[in-house]
Nanobody, 123 residues
Framework: QVQVVESGGGLVQAGGSLRLSCAASGSIFRINDMGWYRQAPGKQRELVADITRFGVTSYADSVKGRFTISRVNAKNTVDLQMNSLKPEDTAVYYC?????????????????WGQGTQVTVSS
């Protein structure tokens, strides 16, 4: 069994900061990429940032220079530091991780998602 749990969302004024955290737990062999996605009302879910297990990061153009993704492999955690928040950053933020679980005969990698955490930025 594998669980992915986010925390840290909330309400903040424009220009403020929030830090999202995500922790994976369970029978984990290894985690490859970890990332943060978001979905605003009436819009498709979009990638915000992701990070490989070697620390290589990528960001959506809309958040470059404002958001920073980081992870601690030993703790199976990934964080998203969000600065200079804008009302258009308002969305439900989801943590995603490609997790390998040891099976009877092989290691199987699957995408796991957290339940989502609401981020609301007021103008």
């Amino acid at each position: 069994q594998v669980q992915v749990v986010e925390s840290g969302g909330g309400l903040v004024q424009a220009g403020g900061s929030l830090r999202l955290s995500c922790a994976a737990s369970g029978s984990i062999f290894r985690i490859n990429d970890m990332g943060w996605y978001r979905q605003a009302p009436g819009k498709q879910r979009e990638l915000v940032a992701d990070i490989t297990r070697f620390g290589v990061t990528s960001y959506a153009d809309s958040v470059k220079g404002r958001f920073t993704i980081s992870r601690v492999n030993a703790k199976n955690t990934v964080d998203l530091q969000m600065n200079s928040l804008k009302p258009e950053d308002t969305a439900v933020y989801y943590c995603n991780a490609e997790i390998g679980v040891r099976g009877p005969a092989m290691i199987r990698f699957e995408d796991y998602w957290g339940q989502g955490t609401q981020v609301t930025v007021s103008s």
